[in-house]
């Protein structure tokens, strides 16, 4: 198993940049349903704000049909888990007696959904769920990490740089820490020899994430004609123009008050907030107050969504699988300030950025 799973990471590793997405894809599918042994796997990725990419193996398989999708695939963005066949979802013909639906990272922050189902056995065993899963994740982080590499070729100014650094950290850098994910699960079903050999490429794939993180902070230069409200302004309405969020701005008389290098630091911390937002929260509004108070600066980000367990949130984030909470404490404590998340299921979040300023700062003030 370990053998044709190694095998089949190469082929995707080695597919030609020009090959069609939909083709490569597809052979990656043929690859994780003869691994896993299943009789027919669906694969559904996000494309576009309403449109899906669906394939299916075998060709013309009319089982399951676009509602079940359509629910299985709710099921795993909500839950963030896998999702089994239910037996009220199983087909008389043909005679599925077991399945199960896998989240499937993607760079826009959706998740897609990859279905394993089998007419034989009564159930998948996990070595048989993660080869494929991580096969999959791989086949798409290649993809999409190639769609914006030619999309992003020419880039040379500052503005694109920071549009680029973003799509990086929202696309190839999530994909890259969702394969480890799978990698790691893997990794606890293998024997000895096959755990090292995969001890070796997650120790490669960390240091990939480590250059990809990189090169996000040298495209994130500083703006130094842009001040830091008309930043903030510029995500707040480009939320609105792709994510349809209303929003609101309480920013008077702050521009100024910290040098360059600390509020570029300020912007991505927020620029990671806003991305919070639109990527887990399904808020409708979010709200940015800025202000001095007792020689401190402070930005308050509050959106009104479903909430989180920030506990359990830095637990993930720790593990490099998720918000980027770590990096935005990292970002603030490095200014000898403090961030402080507060957040509770179905009553929004609330980001607060506190950062001392300097006495000669708080005079001119």
């Known amino acids: 198993m370990f053998e044709d799973l190694f095998a089949a990471l190469t082929r995707v590793a080695r597919a030609s940049a020009d090959d069609d997405a939909g083709a490569s894809l597809r052979a990656a599918l043929l690859d994780a ?51 089994g066949l239910a037996s009220r979802d199983r087909p008389r013909r043909p005679a599925v007696r077991a399945g199960l639906v896998f989240p499937i990272f993607t760079g826009t922050g959706a998740l897609g959904a990859l279905g394993l189902f089998s007419t034989t056995r009564s159930r998948f065993s996990a070595e048989q769920c993660a080869g494929p899963m991580l096969l999959v994740q791989a086949a798409t982080a290649r993809i999409e990490a190639e769609r914006l590499r030619r999309r992003t070729e020419a880039v040379t100014t500052t503005d694109v740089h920071d549009r680029v650094a973003r799509e990086l950290h929202d696309g190839p850098l999530q994909l890259l820490s969702g394969i480890m994910l ?16 995969m001890e070796g490429l997650e120790i490669e794939l960390e240091q990939s994430i480590k250059q990809t993180r990189a090169l996000i902070r040298n495209l994130r230069v500083a703006h130094p004609q842009a001040t830091l409200e008309e930043r903030v302004r510029e995500a707040l309405a480009r939320l609105e123009r792709t994510r349809g969020l209303t929003w609101a701005l309480r920013w008077r008389g702050l521009n ?65 699988l998720s918000f980027g909470l770590i990096s935005m404490q990292e970002r603030v404590s490095a200014l000898g300030g403090t961030l402080t998340l507060r957040s509770q299921s179905g009553r929004g979040t609330r980001v607060l950025i506190s950062l001392p300023l300097k006495r000669s700062e708080a005079v001119r003030l």
Do not use: C
Not at 57 to 66: K, N, Q, T, V
Not at 184 to 195: G, I, N, P
Not at 279 to 307: L, P, W, Y
């Open 182 to 197: 799978h990698l790691r699960l893997v990794r606890t079903t293998a024997d000895e020899k096959s755990s090292a050999a």
């Open 33 to 83: 349903s003869r691994i896993a042994g299943a009789d027919l796997i669906v694969l559904r990725l996000p494309d576009g704000p309403s449109d899906h990419l669906e394939i299916r193996l075998p060709d013309g398989a009319s089982w399951p049909s676009a509602r079940l999708l359509d629910r299985w695939h709710a099921d795993v963005v909500q839950r963030r888990r896998p999702v």
């Open 256 to 320: 100024g008050v910290l040098n360059d290098m600390a509020a570029d630091e300020v912007f991505q911390v927020i620029n990671e907030a806003l991305a919070n937002v639109y990527r887990h929260s399904s808020a409708k509004h979010v709200e940015i107050q800025g202000r001095v108070r007792d020689n401190m600066f402070e930005v308050t980000v509050r959106d009104d969504g479903i909430g989180f367990d920030v506990a359990q949130a830095l637990r993930m984030d720790s593990r490099k």
